[in-house]
Nanobody, 128 residues
Framework: VQLQASGGGLTQTGGSLRLSCVAS????????MAWFRQAPGKEREFVAA????????FYADSVKDRFTISRDNDKNTTYLHGNSLKPEDTVVYFC??????????????????????WGQGTQVTVSS
């Protein structure tokens, strides 16, 4: 599976983001998709995940009520929309794919090691 993320850039505090991740090489509807993010010198952290058909979805507490993950299986694409951005949202965002057939649960989906495939990362910068 190849993952290509895009959509990062510069925005202001209170602004919004829209990230996209296009997958190729495998049946997209058989992948659980997720977004993680990583700040310099810190561990990669879970942001959100979405199951095969678009539900259920899972969110980190830090982004709940501000971010929305979605997917379009016809376009092999998953999205991350964010609102009310804060300077601490300034990090590199990565999309990831889990090819193991499973019942999606937060405890598993928030782990980095759950995912087989990773995109290259896209930088989001939120100015104060």
């Amino acid at each position: 599976v190849q993952l290509q993320a895009s959509g990062g850039g510069l925005t202001q505090t209170g602004g919004s983001l829209r990230l996209s991740c296009v997958a190729s090489g495998r049946t997209f509807s058989r992948l659980i998709m997720a977004w993680f993010r990583q700040a310099p010198g810190k561990e990669r952290e879970f942001v959100a995940a979405i199951s095969y058909g678009g539900s259920p979805t899972f969110y980190a507490d830090s982004v709940k009520d501000r971010f929305t993950i979605s997917r379009d299986n016809d376009k092999n694409t998953t999205y991350l929309h964010g609102n009310s951005l804060k300077p601490e949202d300034t990090v590199v965002y990565f999309c990831a794919a889990d090819s193991t057939k499973r019942i999606p649960r937060m405890g598993i989906l928030q782990r980095v090691r759950t995912y087989d495939y990773w995109g290259q990362g896209t930088q989001v910068t939120v100015s104060s």
